[in-house]
């Protein structure tokens, strides 16, 4: 499912399970892949991120791939080609 909000902070997940490596990465963290790998939780990649209020635009990156959240309908178009996940943390 698309991002949701938990007590530790916002959960991101994404079905990929024949993946090697899935990173997240956003605005929220430079766009960097160091420390942003996934954990593989029953064929699911995941990962909780705390985030502040906010609007927030992301990608996974699986294998080496960048792409949006295949769930997550809000997209917006990228400065470098295709389009990033959208999301809104409420206050």
Same mark, same amino acid.
């Given at each position: 499912s698309a991002p949701a909000s938990t007590p530790e902070g916002v959960m991101f997940t994404v079905e990929a399970s024949d993946a090697e490596q899935v990173h997240l990465a956003g605005d929220f963290n430079d766009w960097t892949l160091d420390g942003s790998e996934m !954990?593989? *939780?029953? &064929? *699911? +990649?995941?990962? @909780? @991120?705390?985030?502040?209020?906010? #609007? $927030? #635009? $992301? #990608? $996974? @990156?699986?294998?080496? =791939? +960048? =792409?949006?959240?295949?769930?997550?309908?809000?997209? !917006?178009?990228?400065?470098? &080609? &295709?389009?990033d996940s959208i999301l809104v943390v409420a206050g």
């Open positions: !954990e593989l *939780i029953d &064929g *699911i +990649w995941t990962k @909780v @991120v705390k985030l502040p209020p906010g #609007r $927030y #635009r $992301y #990608r $996974y @990156v699986i294998d080496g =791939q +960048w =792409q949006s959240d295949p769930l997550n309908t809000v997209v !917006e178009p990228s400065a470098y &080609g &295709g389009h």
